[in-house]
């Protein structure tokens, strides 16, 4: 017995959009392994998302039926990060100076050498 033609049309949004997000997984896990290099694998894989979206190889909606549900329960990602954390909070009680002077130096660093480059390459621009 052939499956009903409703019941592809349902089903296929979802197949597409699994065997995108991995597809890029597995490309980019193979990647790694074979450059034998230390990038975190599923980072590089949102990147060669990313580039597929950026290029219009690949539209939004295509990856929307699965990615969608994934967002949605995207916070119970960061509960072994907070276990982490509320594990060493010792040696957070203990480092709390030097932590918080990393928290506000680092973005303010960050932030003023971004507005600089920018600065110049605008310059550059302008005056070309």
Known sequence: MAPRPQVLKKIFPYLLSSCLILGCLAIAKIIM?????????????????LTLLLTNVVKEHHLTPCAKPLLNVMPLF???AGVGFIEHLEIIALQWQFL????????????LLIAAVI??????????
């Open 78 to 80: 960061f509960i072994p």
């Open 119 to 128: 600065s110049v390459f605008k310059g550059r621009i302008e005056h070309d």
């Open 33 to 49: 392994h074979w450059l034998q290099g230390s990038f975190p694998a599923p980072l590089l894989a949102m990147l060669m998302l």
């Open 100 to 111: 918080s002077a990393v928290f506000i130096l680092v973005p303010l660093t960050s932030l």
